[in-house]
């Protein structure tokens, strides 16, 4: 389950269900929706309790122009009176009154446990309501049950956190929970983490001041240590920043200064993670195990109770951040090439540095490739160390350097390199030309036996084009950059009435930054190459949003997919809109800035995880050929590593070729396009969306309304 902004929630749940209503998918002479917070800010309403002007009808004008909004629009409050017969009474007499019997419950746990006591005590409420005279008796049996859905929204998994200079101890949210600190130590690169899940083992102080004074030594500018609230020793005893402020640190306790997500990440990790659906008991129950398990000081079934994430994220931990001494580390005797090739993207520094780093852990020698195939080819390699790549997590860019030039005209010469520097394994990490390049080395395998050693490729590109993963490095920084983006240049109209923005985006011919920034920033179109569109199409989406000027909106925006069409360009959109249109037009082409600066959270966290799990399969493969000189000629030797679905799996590149249009770069089939129906939904277009299954959307005309 992953916990999303709830702003996105409020937005996209109402628009989305009053479509269906519209659309007389659900019929029903009265509808009224509640949405229900609580555990997160102390104000005096209580909502349900209080009913009256706090339970409110919702339509499509009260959540327009609320997606970039921060806090919580609905409001919010903790409510002792709930949690008590009367005040569930209260509560199950309002809702009556107005018509409820299903409930969407947006929160954390507290939310969540007590949506599911209310679900539980509704039984005997309405019959008891009825006794008392405050319902009519016939209600009774019409309001016998209530349907409760829940949303986890909480901000205690979505937080990554980073600092710089000197050593700082953050203290981050997570009383019971220490996904937010596990995160962040990977996201930010960090030294050391305190857990509640997992502590550390006796001595762990003189371990701590230890691991500082040799970072010290080494001159090591940065170190971070992250506690989660919640931390403890394995006596139960709390580990609190307090206890540790007697080192030479500088202390920052984040808490509650803590802001959720970014709506366009908040999108990309939907996507990324494909949304399922649990029952709301089995939820609660998990995450009351795992506190019954800590406070039974079983620590390693509390790990595996967060789930195999949580898990996973803990190992990569350990491995990226506690260094073996060098004699304790059995060496493999080879030699493993990290190379960057193609565009530049946000994350390709975490994913080098988590393969270094998971590299030498186990054993292997690990080289650098700088500047591309092109350095490949002149022998700019060198060996890169553990404390080499310190600090690169944050970084944007590609510190090794990079370059589209293909390694075609170059065989002869890489081939050279390969031998003089006994290289038994390539990762490359990078995007489309990463992708043709492996298909030119695995092409030489006959001719050239030195390339018969397991590559495997790190999609990293933010035009998320790459076949064979769903998603890729990079993706989120740049959607994050192009949301903020929109956001600025509707806020910067904010004195005026009725403008409509044109923004154009990158990504080649895949569509997934307009389509997806689009649908983070709430544009009311987004054009792109795989959905065909005519001048009838733009005319009738100028006519759309004529007339939503009229009722609902003062800003337009419209997103363009830089090669969504060869004829209707940016500056025809624009020219259009312009004309036809009752309201004044803006026109911006984002460029390179796209491309973002330093990596979002995701890309970090995502970087280092899918990197790391590359040198794994790398070393599995060469334990293979141990002792045995094996080389490396089938298949399943040169990979692509990617999502699909919620799967993380390694793909030859040759049974990708199938799947490639390699004319306009992108793969044949895109998972991201089944949310084209719901962008329609939200911008208040006919649409239709198949509700039976959330991974199948039927056919959409072109923005048709």
Not at 663 to 691: N, T
Request: hydrophobic share 40%; proline share 3%.
């Amino acid at each position: 389950v992953v916990c999303i902004s709830v702003e996105m929630v409020v937005i996209s749940l109402l628009s989305f269900l009053l479509h269906l209503f519209d659309s007389s998918l659900f019929y029903s002479s009265l509808v009224w929706l509640v949405v229900y917070f609580v555990d997160v800010f102390k104000k005096p309403t209580l909502g349900m309790v209080d009913g009256g002007s706090n339970i409110v009808e919702a339509n499509w004008e009260s959540v327009s122009s609320i997606l970039q909004m921060s806090g919580m629009i609905a409001g919010s409050a903790l409510c002792q009176t709930f949690h008590t017969r009367e005040g569930c009474l209260k509560a199950a007499c309002n809702l009556v009154q107005c018509g409820i019997t299903n409930m969407c419950v947006i929160g954390g746990d507290g939310s969540l446990t007590g949506a599911n006591l209310f679900r539980k005590e509704w039984s005997g409420l309405p019959e008891e309501l009825a006794k008392n005279g405050h319902i009519e008796k016939e209600a009774v049996q019409r309001y016998a049950y209530l349907n409760v859905v829940g949303m986890v929204g909480s901000i205690d998994n979505d937080f990554c956190a980073q600092s710089h200079q000197r050593t700082f101890f953050l203290e981050v949210l997570g009383q019971h929970c220490g996904y937010l600190a596990l995160v962040s130590v990977l996201a930010c690169g960090a030294d050391w983490v305190f857990l509640p899940e997992s502590p550390p083992e006796e001595g762990w102080e003189e371990q701590m001041c230890v691991k500082l004074s040799k970072n010290r030594a080494r001159k090591k500018r940065l170190n971070i240590i992250i506690v989660a609230e919640g931390a403890i020793d394995t006596q139960n005893k709390p580990i609190t920043s307090e206890k540790i402020k007697e080192l030479d640190t500088c202390m920052t306790i984040l808490g509650h200064v803590i802001l959720a997500s970014r709506m366009g990440a908040e999108v990309v990790i939907a996507l990324g993670n494909h949304a399922v659906r649990l029952p709301l008991m089995e939820c609660v129950q998990m995450t009351q195990d795992v506190q019954k398990a800590m406070d039974e000081r079983r620590f390693q079934d509390a790990v595996r109770l967060q789930g195999k994430s949580f898990v996973g994220n803990l190992n990569t931990y350990k491995r990226l951040a506690i260094k073996l001494p060098d004699d304790q580390i059995p060496k493999t005797n080879c030699n493993v090439a990290v190379i960057n090739v193609g565009p530049p993207a946000a994350g390709m520094n975490a994913a080098v540095r988590s393969a270094v780093r998971v590299g030498i852990a186990h054993g292997h020698r690990m080289l650098a490739i700088y500047d591309g195939f092109d350095g490949f080819a002149k022998g700019q390699i060198k060996e890169i160390g553990w404390t080499d790549v310190g600090g690169w997590t944050g970084q944007g860019g590609s510190i090794l350097g990079t370059k589209r030039i293909l390694p075609g005209k170059y065989l002869e010469e890489i081939t050279t390199q390969m031998r003089m520097h006994s290289i038994n394994a390539l990762l490359i990490i990078d995007g489309f030309e990463a992708y043709l390049g492996l298909l030119e080395l695995s092409a030489a395998w006959e001719k050239h036996e030195e390339f018969c050693v397991p590559m495997v490729m790190v999609p990293t590109t933010v035009s998320n084009n790459m076949p064979g993963s769903d998603f890729s490095i990079g993706a989120d920084t740049a959607l994050n950059t192009i949301t903020d983006t929109c956001d600025r240049i509707k806020q910067s109209a904010s004195g005026t009435k009725s403008h409509v923005f044109i923004i154009e985006t990158m990504g080649g011919y895949c569509g997934y930054l307009a389509n997806m920034g689009g649908l983070a920033a709430g544009a009311h179109a987004a054009y792109i190459f795989k959905e065909p569109f005519n001048i009838r199409d733009l005319q009738s989406n100028v006519e759309h949003l004529t007339e939503k000027m009229k009722t609902t909106i003062q800003r337009g925006l419209v997103l363009r997919n830089e090669s969504c069409s060869e004829n209707y360009t940016t500056d025809f959109i624009y020219q259009l809109y312009s004309e036809e249109g009752v309201f004044g037009c803006r026109k911006n082409v984002l460029g390179h800035m796209q491309q973002g600066g330093a990596p979002s959270p995701f890309d970090r966290n995502f970087g280092t995880k899918i990197s790391a799990r590359t040198v794994e399969w790398i070393t599995t493969k060469l334990k293979e050929a141990w002792g045995r000189g094996k080389k490396f000629t089938t298949d399943d030797s040169v990979c692509v590593l990617g999502i699909s679905k919620r799967n993380i799996i390694f793909q030859p590149v040759a049974e990708l070729k199938k799947e490639t249009d390699f004319e306009h770069r992108i793969p044949k089939e895109q998972g991201w396009l089944k949310l084209r129906p719901l962008m329609k939904i939200l911008a208040k277009y006919k649409a239709s969306y198949d509700v039976s299954d959330l991974g199948q959307l039927e056919h959409v005309q072109p923005w048709s309304v």
